[in-house]
């Protein structure tokens, strides 16, 4: 667990300022040439915090985690979308890439996806966590040497991330993600887990224990892992 470094905060506004500070830190001493970047609700005091400073990302590029099959970029729904309302449209980046769920093989995609990353070695990634400790979309019991590949949704998945669809679109059931080793091939993995609905996997990551149940436990074999909660664990 030494590999592993925890902060503790009150709420997500203070979460979010943590993760500007990190990432600030690492662009002043030009430690930041590629960054992955996560979506979800999690991320939007996070990406608020950035729009609203004077960070400059324009020699950066980016990389997003995942995206659903079958949703067009300009969909409200799709990550493409919420990247480009939360942040991109706001900061400027050198390059962004993110899977294309509109792609007609969507093998061929992952693999040309995986090689981009090869390509463009991550300096940090940074994670959100499911309810069931699925990090991007790793499902419970994905291999961790999986790489870039389409990935079924569980049905908690599905149920969580329902409530987020508008005008009553319903939500793909496969989605373009990032596997378990090409996050963890990241030099810095920043996690960021906030309210009670994240306390299980908190708990499993806490507890120490490595198993494909509970994909967020792979963290545990990172050199360098920084968790932002406002949790308190035993």
């Known amino acids: 667990m030494e590999n592993v470094k925890w902060i503790i905060v009150k709420n997500p506004e203070e979460g979010a300022k ?14 930041l040439h590629v960054l992955g970047l996560a979506t979800g609700s999690t991320m939007i005091p996070i990406y608020d915090e950035w729009t609203n400073s004077s960070l400059d990302f324009s020699n950066i590029t980016a990389f997003n985690l995942d995206e659903y099959v079958g949703i067009d970029a300009d969909n409200p729904n799709s990550y493409a979308y919420f990247m480009d309302q939360h942040l ?9 890439f993110i899977p294309n769920g509109m792609a007609e093989d969507l093998d061929k995609e ?51 991330n329902s ?17 378990i080793s090409s996050i963890v091939k990241s030099k810095k993995l920043i996690m960021v887990a906030f309210g009670e609905k994240k306390r299980a996997a908190m708990e499993k990551l806490k507890a120490g224990e490595v198993t494909k149940e509970w994909p967020i436990t792979k963290l545990l074999r990172h050199d360098d892992v920084i968790v932002i909660t406002d949790l308190e664990l035993d």
């Open 18 to 31: 943590e993760v500007f500070n990190l990432i600030s830190e690492e662009l002043q001493h030009n430690r």
């Open 88 to 96: 991109f449209s706001k900061k400027p980046f050198k390059e962004t």
């Open 110 to 160: 992952c693999k040309e996806y995986e090689d981009q990353l090869n390509s463009h070695p991550l300096d940090i990634q940074l994670l959100g966590v499911g309810e069931n400790g699925h990090i991007a979309f790793n499902e419970p019991g994905t291999s961790f040497d999986s790489v870039t590949h389409v990935a079924t949704l569980t049905d908690s998945t599905l149920g969580v």
């Open 163 to 179: 409530q987020y669809f508008e005008n009553d679109e319903k939500i793909p059931n496969t989605a373009l993600t990032m596997g």
